[in-house]
């Protein structure tokens, strides 16, 4: 298979995280306005219900597919057989999946209540299935990926202020909802016959794929604990109204994490692949600028998001979801310690084979995000639950950085600190002084405000001459540059 070029898959993965970003900055203020916070709450406590079944159909497929598609990609007829052993496993657990879902709803009385919703938002569940998107990862068909789901966002967004009218359209909400994030799958099932032999490539061997999948399965189920279960804590220890002023909080941290990690989507094909070839430098090398890229986003976006965490959530959801606004400010920490634990654990401990380990980080980042929510949801509501979850991410990052201790001393002097110290010592005292200024709106404060931020953090790394900004340049003045 030929290689494709990293910046490619990089500029269409930023393509698809901009357009994954841009589909909520539209609908959400529109939705959360015309719906409250009683009915986007709703939604929302369906879709993480969901989510935990979705989990099940998948174990852990979605990531040790990328990798075990990646290790033989170069082989049509092992990526055939690989492929279908995964999805046979898949479509086997989505039925079991199913018959728990519904065995929850009719046990379960406020289930019950909401079975419907619940109902329309378990399609889920399927599509997830079929979507096959670690395929398309593994064999880095970014440009693919990103089309279609960018016209599936479009289509969502249509249909967004098509059927979502009045506050009584919580159903079709979250019918949109599901085509906008997951109706490309149909594209995927259908196309997959262009990449592998649909023919049954017997004898299968399903048990070489066991161990794996349900180390990853694990992985899941304790990420999936400390990323869905305060929200659905929530819902139950308080109340929908609550859960709809949290969701706004995570709705803007879930944004800001999706860019953080887009890199590494790009990087875990590549990265398995490097590993399996034996080529040290050139993975080590990647893993360092992951780093630099995380770090240079991140810290910029944790101070920004947190001095303007009021504005933006009046701007993004209106002034009925102050309440959101302590709890967004405590969970901006999470977008490092997310950006770091997802280089860590998905970049290095993954590809080189290492996933129990990461298992073992999100067990804790789980234990701790279920006794700190027990303990503080009663109390501190929506606050309490971002408490959780801040203490849970970095606990997995304290972890995994203790696992990584003696190749994060390898690299950690390639790591660009002072260009970092110098941007923050510069910029920092410009926000707290911009943000003294009251335009005429917010959309005008929020916008001056940002590009005076912003622009200085640029210049201040363009003056320095930071790596990462560096290579950017040159790949748009000289193709020749390399990552």
Not at 24 to 49: C, D, E, Q, W
Not at 231 to 242: C, F, H, P, R
Not at 292 to 315: D, G, K, Q, W
Not at 374 to 381: A, Q
């Amino acid at each position: 298979m030929k290689s494709k070029s990293i910046s490619l898959n990089f500029i269409m993965n930023f393509l698809l995280t901009a357009s994954s970003i841009l589909f909520p900055l539209i609908t959400f203020p529109y939705v959360s306005r015309v719906l409250g916070p009683t009915g986007t709450g709703a939604v929302a406590m369906g879709t993480s219900l969901v989510s935990y079944f979705t989990m099940v159909a998948m174990l852990g497929v979605p990531t040790y597919g990328i990798r075990a598609c990646s290790q033989v990609r170069d082989d049509k007829k092992k990526l055939s057989k690989t492929v279908q052993e995964l999805l046979i496993i898949n479509l086997f657990m989505a039925l079991i999946s199913y018959i728990a879902f519904f065995i929850a709803l009719w046990l379960v009385p406020s289930f019950r209540e909401e079975s419907t919703l619940y109902t329309i938002c378990s399609i889920a569940i399927i599509l997830n299935v079929i979507c096959v998107n670690w395929v398309y990862q593994a064999l880095e068909e970014y440009s693919y990926i990103t089309f279609v789901s960018v016209l599936f966002k479009a289509l969502g967004l249509a249909l967004m202020f098509l059927l979502v009218r009045n506050s009584g359209d919580v159903l079709w909400y979250g019918l949109v909802t599901v085509v906008s994030s997951f109706g490309s799958a149909i594209f995927n099932f259908i196309r997959l016959r262009k990449l592998i032999d649909l023919h049954p490539c017997r004898p299968w061997n399903f048990r070489r794929h066991l161990y794996p999948i349900f180390t990853f399965f694990f992985m899941s189920v304790a990420t999936t604990v400390y990323t869905n279960l305060d929200t659905v804590m929530l819902g139950v220890m308080k109340n929908n109204e609550v859960v709809g002023y949290y969701n706004a909080a995570i709705k803007i941290k879930t944004i800001l994490v999706t860019l953080v990690t887009s890199l590494g989507t790009v990087l875990l094909p590549r990265l398995s692949y490097y590993y399996e070839q034996g080529k040290e430098t050139e993975f080590l090398s990647l893993v360092s600028k992951a780093f630099s890229f995380v770090l240079l986003f991140s810290i910029p976006c944790c101070i920004y998001f947190s001095v303007y965490a009021r504005p933006v959530v009046e701007f993004l959801s209106g002034p009925g979801y102050l309440p959101a606004v302590a709890p967004m400010i405590i969970l901006m920490p999470t977008i490092l310690f997310i950006g770091l634990s997802n280089i860590t654990g998905i970049q290095v401990l993954v590809p080189t084979g290492r996933e129990v380990l990461v298992l073992r980080s999100v067990i804790l980042g789980a234990v701790v995000d279920f006794l700190l929510n027990l303990v503080l949801i009663p109390s501190l509501g929506a606050s309490g639950a971002a408490i959780g979850t801040l203490c849970a991410e970095f606990a997995v990052t304290l972890l995994q950085f203790w696992y990584l201790r003696k190749l994060l001393t390898s690299i950690i002097w390639s790591i660009e600190f002072k260009e970092l110290l110098i941007m923050m010592l510069v910029s920092t005292p410009v926000i707290w002084i911009v943000s003294g200024l009251h335009l005429s709106s917010l959309f005008w404060n929020l916008a001056v405000s940002a590009i005076v931020y912003f622009g200085i953090c640029g210049l201040i790394l363009t003056l320095c001459k930071e790596r990462i900004l560096m290579y950017i340049a040159g790949k748009i003045f000289n193709k020749s540059e390399k990552l």
